[in-house]
T-cell receptor, first 110, second 112 residues
Framework: GQQLNQSPQSMFIQEGEDVSMNCTSSSIFNTWLWYKQDPGEGPVLLIALYKAGELTSNGRLTAQFGITRKDSFLNISASIPSDVGIYFCAGNFGNEKLTFGTGTRLTIIP | ETGVTQSPTHLIKTRGQQVTLRCSSQSGHNTVSWYQQALGQGPQFIFQYYREEENGRGNFPPRFSGLQFPNYSSELNVNALELDDSALYLC???????????FGSGTRLTVV
């Protein structure tokens, strides 16, 4: 099935560093969502974006809905150990299925 | 704490068998979707139900079927299990008008 292109595939950073990841699609979406998944758990919604150009923050997380409606990025500032996990973008067109990205695995190096 | 509960958490089945996975959503979450997540991949959409009617389906064969009940619970049934059906199966629900789905913790299905 279709998956959105997420980059980077994995990141190894030190605690306190900022993180940036993005997601691109060949199709436009009306909504972009960012989820975090911990081992053995389901994805947890971090940020939802509903409008092209929208910039939304949730604590140390900031995400933007690209103006072409084909991309989105997520930034995490001042990373902490609990940020470790896999981050997925997901696009939605209308009230239908979510199309997920391939995921970005974030690891914090001691 | 997630408002979506899935059971069982783990399951081992033999190729050719049938399996039923269950999900209980939050009150008011009229839309429920099921996803299959293979190891190292993002979730793949199986199908979606709205008020007990299927209203969207992904690229999965008919042996994947579902039901949604008035009490916000739902089922995913898979017949004639194949080895490639081994995956984490996720249930997700949302209230009408919202785009953000709440996911359950999933059922890890292993087909041997």
């Amino acid at each position: 099935g279709q998956q959105l292109n997420q980059s980077p595939q994995s990141m190894f950073i030190q605690e306190g560093e900022d993180v940036s990841m993005n997601c691109t699609s060949s199709s436009i979406f009306n909504t972009w969502l960012w989820y975090k998944q911990d081992p053995g758990e389901g994805p947890v919604l971090l940020i939802a974006l509903y409008k092209a150009g929208e910039l939304t923050s949730n604590g140390r997380l900031t995400a933007q809905f690209g103006i072409t409606r084909k991309d989105s990025f997520l930034n995490i500032s001042a990373s902490i150990p609990s940020d470790v996990g896999i981050y997925f973008c997901a696009g939605n067109f209308g009230n239908e299925k979510l199309t997920f990205g391939t995921g970005t695995r974030l690891t914090i190096i001691p | 704490e997630t408002g979506v509960t899935q059971s069982p958490t783990h399951l081992i089945k033999t190729r050719g068998q049938q399996v039923t996975l269950r999900c209980s959503s939050q009150s008011g979450h009229n839309t429920v979707s099921w996803y299959q997540q293979a190891l190292g991949q993002g979730p793949q959409f199986i199908f979606q139900y709205y008020r007990e009617e299927e209203n969207g389906r992904g690229n999965f064969p008919p042996r994947f079927s579902g039901l949604q009940f008035p009490n916000y619970s739902s089922e995913l049934n898979v017949n004639a299990l194949e080895l490639d059906d081994s995956a984490l199966y996720l249930c997700a629900s949302r209230p009408t008008g919202e785009a953000g789905y709440t996911f359950g913790s999933g059922t890890r299905l292993t087909v041997v």
